[in-house]
């Protein structure tokens, strides 16, 4: 099988015509200026979706998306324009327009070599491939029959099977010559349950850096059907939740998306060079109880939120960033490293060609601890155990996050005992790790269902916890 | 652009979208229909007084949908060369050979198509260079950092400037397109106050740059916002009377645009089903859709689907009239597209008597919300839950800020529990609405 470089190449500049020596005559337009670092991005993607809903198959969508986008950095500035085209003329032109951030001035030149990729956590293989459209059907119509068989009280099945194909190259001014194939696939099941009168909806699925195969091995993708009637089900025996601060015990695994608010984005690079974090400046200040710790890795073999290398070719890695309780480090893309005298630490992402990257999560997650999860519900003697969520979001300065439960159990003298409607849990994310008193045994990642959105961007993340039993987390439900 | 280059433009899109029906024809479609829009743009950000990022952005797509019968398949590309053109008709074409006879599938019915393209008074092209957008940004952030020395940090301005084509055609003979432009600027600034921070921002934005509220107003308006915010604090967990203040109260009505919508609908994923006729608010509230305001920011002649936009009131006298239907779902329903395939076009809630000041008199003691996080609505049951921020109110008076507690209800009771209505308009969204008093909510705090 080809590497992913050539793959890239072939993909992306061999249609054009262009070659490695054309690629040096843009940069060296690019550096003919007072440009301190300057990147070019190329992309071609294709995306294709299929949708069951109400027993047949409804819609099919596919993608084609390709282009390439410059930018040119001078100090803190940063110029950037973009192409649908690749072609040598337009690149050019991008080029100049990138570059007229700053005035004209100093000679710079640069040689770019090809790099090989120093890691493969994933095949260069192109998904949409990886099983027949009757193949791909076939699996959806299972679904729908998995979750109806479950109860007579499943209404309706929305199933979904996602699968994308992205080869990027990226060339740079530090010499950066390197190309990644990355393959994406996600399966969702959405059902509605009615019983006397009252409707609830369960949502499960997942997904990796893998072929369509993912699903079938393991039975994954009925796995996934069952959850999502078992959720509903769950969700229709549910009473009014609590409202107010009490003892929450998360879930291990999706959960950890308190880990994606409440912390990863506020030690996010750009916003920490900026001082708009929450967490700025507090490198090496205790931050969390201890025996927390805290890792973005983007090394997991397969993972939706892994990389060979980053949007900026550099390789991705494990940072850590609470080390038993304390202030690590920040996740950087190159531009705010240089600013703030580090080095990348391969968290520069971006959604695609036409936007400009900047410091992202990867793979977000606490390591485990000493307690069984058993051990931590019996230890509360009220409170909330929160399994499942949806989405989440926070505020950088203020550093008030919030996460949505969407399955969610009373804990009773020790027991968990009945389940409450889904509610939204607040806090504040420099405080909340401090109130961690007891870390599970049983880390888990979550199945591969993440999107991170910032500045109107979308990148797959993601996140991972074991069981988690914090002293005082506010409760939305409106049982006050 | 200029008149003359937009409509050759505009000619050559057209020319795209009827090539694509040909081309979907020739590959034996019985039916097709196809968009294509090209937009081009400035978006810069001055942060300390520096410019940040200069973005030239220049955006094109186009979508096919193709008919095998009930059978329907779908394909996009950024890509206009016209082998790709073929290439993306022959993936939808080939999406089309394994989706499932569909009855409510097609386009929407012939005799529903627009027969006109009103100008709307949607394209005003804002002649403004790199430098003269730097300047701007520059004079609005400044207005908000040198308002007080509290404001301690900047997340800057942003100077946005869009404008493009969209044009849309079906086998019916139907095309109809239209240029539009958006233009925008916005600040974020930070307060400090006792070691603690907080960020707030405002934006202007209007179809035609001369309608923007002035950069001095913007930045004086973030850091005024800003300030008002340091010092705030948790509440008591409890039960009390909240308004969503006007700029963000739109989110209750998107609430209710996606209940009543048919796909929501159809699917049984709503907590309005059946409710054609019912009472869903009070008798003192009316709801209106005006899709052809001149320069409406949700202005457009026809849906996602060619079906003529039309006036029609959505509540009247708290009472629902009228779903929110594509051809499909209409289709599943049993009933008539309303010409709302792609969403709504400038949804209004009639103004009351009251400003803010006068709608906190009203309320008494409450909670005024200004701010809120996340995404805790459940459309199926209506059970609400949502991070918020903004003031404690005693008396008709602002007491203190507030922050890091919920507000949770069920959205079928916060509607049926919507006492008024502010007169103070946003006007800077396709749904317009003034503050919303609710009887009661569950406040989640301390």
Redesign the interface.
């Known amino acids: 099988m080809p590497n992913a470089i050539e793959i890239a190449h072939n993909t992306l500049l061999a249609p054009a015509s262009l070659s490695d020596s054309d690629l040096d005559r843009v940069m060296n337009q690019l550096l003919t200026s007072q440009i301190d670092a300057a990147d070019i991005y190329f992309q071609a993607s294709r995306l294709e979706s299929?949708v069951l809903?109400d027993g047949?198959?409804?819609?099919?969508?596919?993608?084609?998306?390709?282009?390439v986008g410059v930018r040119a950095i001078s100090g803190?500035?940063?110029?950037?324009?973009?192409?649908?085209e690749i072609a040598l003329p337009s690149l050019l032109e991008a080029g100049r327009?990138?570059r007229?951030?700053a005035r004209a001035g100093s000679q710079g030149t640069t040689r770019l070599s090809r790099t090989t990729p120093t890691q493969q956590l994933y095949a260069p293989l192109n998904p949409l491939e990886s099983m027949t459209?009757?193949e791909?059907?076939g699996l959806l119509r299972r679904l729908d029959a998995e979750a109806r068989r479950q109860d007579p009280r499943v209404?309706?099945v929305?199933a979904s099977l996602v699968a994308a194909h992205d080869v990027v190259l990226v060339a740079a001014s530090d010499g950066t010559l390197c190309g990644d194939v990355r393959p994406l696939v996600r399966c969702n099941v959405h059902v509605?349950v009615?019983a006397d009168g009252r409707?609830?909806?369960g949502s499960s699925g997942g997904g990796a850096r893998e072929s369509f195969q993912f699903f079938v091995d393991e039975e994954r993708a009925l796995g996934y059907a069952r959850e999502a009637v078992r959720q509903a089900l769950v969700n229709l025996e549910a009473e009014d939740?609590p409202?107010?601060?009490m003892t929450v015990v998360l879930g291990s695994g999706w959960p950890g998306i308190l880990l994606h608010e409440a912390i990863g984005h506020g030690l996010e690079g750009d916003f920490n060079r900026?001082?708009?974090s929450?967490f700025s400046g507090r490198i090496g200040e205790k931050v969390a109880a201890d025996g927390c710790t805290v890792v973005d890795n983007g090394t997991l073999p397969g993972r939706r939120g892994s990389l060979n290398m980053d949007d900026e070719g550099t390789p991705s890695q494990c940072t850590v960033l609470i080390e038993d309780g304390r202030l690590k480090g920040y996740m950087q893309d190159k531009h705010n490293a240089h600013l703030m005298g580090g080095h990348s630490t391969g968290n520069g992402r971006r959604e695609s060609y036409?936007h400009?990257p900047m410091p992202r999560m990867t793979n977000t997650y606490m390591l485990p601890g000493q307690h069984d999860p058993g051990e931590i519900i019996a230890s509360v003697k009220r409170g909330l155990y929160a399994v499942n969520f949806?989405?989440?979001?926070?505020?950088i300065?203020?550093g008030?996050?919030?996460?949505?439960a969407s399955e969610a159990y009373l804990i009773e003298n020790g027991k968990v005992t009945r389940p409450v409607?889904?509610?939204?849990l607040?806090?504040?994310g420099p405080e909340v790790l401090t109130r961690v008193s007891m870390i599970g045994n049983d880390l888990e990642l979550d199945a591969g269902v993440g999107t991170c959105g910032k500045d109107g961007q979308s990148v797959p993340v993601g996140v991972g916890q074991p069981t988690l039993k914090i002293d005082n987390l506010?409760?939305?439900?409106?049982?006050? | 652009m200029s008149e003359q280059q937009l409509s050759a433009r505009q000619a050559r899109l057209e020319q795209m979208v009827n090539d694509l029906l040909k081309e979907a024809q020739q590959q034996g479609a019985s039916a097709a229909e196809a968009a294509v829009s090209s937009d081009s743009g400035l978006s810069i950000n001055v942060r300390k007084g520096e410019v940040e990022t200069i973005e030239h952005t220049r955006d094109q797509g186009l979508g096919i949908t193709v008919y095998f019968g009930q059978r329907k398949g779908t394909a996009s590309t950024s890509d206009f060369k016209p082998e790709a053109i073929r290439d993306t008709v022959r993936a939808a074409c080939n999406i089309a050979r394994f989706t499932n006879d569909d009855p409510c599938s097609g386009l929407a019915d012939a005799d529903r198509m627009a027969t006109e393209t009103p100008d709307l008074d949607l394209y005003h092209p804002w002649d403004i260079t790199p430098e003269e957008a730097i300047e701007l940004g520059r004079r609005c952030e400044s207005a908000a950092l040198e308002l007080d020395t509290r404001i301690s940090n900047t997340e800057g301005a942003s100077v946005n400037s869009h404008g493009g084509l969209h044009v849309y055609g079906n086998s019916h003979g139907f095309v109809g397109g239209y240029p539009s432009s958006r233009h925008s600027l916005s600040c974020s600034v930070i307060g400090q106050q006792n070691g603690s921070m907080q960020r707030d921002y405002w934006y202007t934005v209007s179809r035609d740059a001369g309608q923007l509220e002035s950069e001095f107003e913007v930045g004086r308006k973030a850091g005024e916002r800003t300030l008002a915010r340091l010092g705030a604090r948790k509440l008591g967990t409890r039960q009390a009377p909240v308004i969503f203040r006007a700029d963000i109260a739109g989110s209750l009505l998107r609430s209710l645009i996606s209940a009543i919508s048919g796909s929501s609908l159809y699917r049984k994923a709503s907590f309005l089903l059946d409710q054609l006729g019912q009472p869903i608010f009070p008798a003192h509230v009316q709801i209106q859709e005006h899709p052809r305001i001149p320069g409406g920011l949700g202005s457009a002649a026809f849906d996602s689907e060619g079906v003529a936009t039309y006036d029609k009131r959505i509540i009247q006298d708290g009472v629902l009239q009228t779903y929110l239907l594509s051809s499909y779902s209409a289709r599943k329903l049993g009933l008539q597209s309303t010409a709302n395939a792609g969403g709504v076009h400038n949804l209004s809630i009639t103004p009351g008597e009251h400003d803010l000041d006068g709608l906190l008199r009203e309320m008494g003691s409450g909670l005024l919300v200004t701010e809120m996080m996340g995404h805790g609505v459940n459309m199926v049951t209506g059970d609400y839950s949502r991070g918020a921020a903004g003031f404690w109110v005693e008396q008709g008076e602002i007491q203190f800020p507030v922050e890091e507690i919920t507000i949770a209800g069920n959205l079928k009771q916060m509607f049926a529990q919507l006492l008024a209505v502010g007169r103070d308009e946003e006007r800077r969204s396709s749904i317009r609405t003034g503050s919303l008093l609710i009887e009661q909510m569950t406040i989640a705090g301390e």
């Open positions: 299929w809903e047949i198959i409804r819609d099919g969508n596919y993608n084609i998306e390709q282009g803190e500035k940063t110029g950037f324009a973009y192409t649908d327009t990138a007229a951030i459209e009757e791909k059907i209404q309706q929305i509605i009615e409707r609830e909806q939740a409202a107010g601060s900026k001082g708009t929450a036409a400009l949806g989405g989440g979001q926070v505020d300065t203020s008030k996050f919030v996460f949505s409607r889904g509610a939204t607040i806090g504040s506010t409760v939305g439900g409106t049982s006050a």
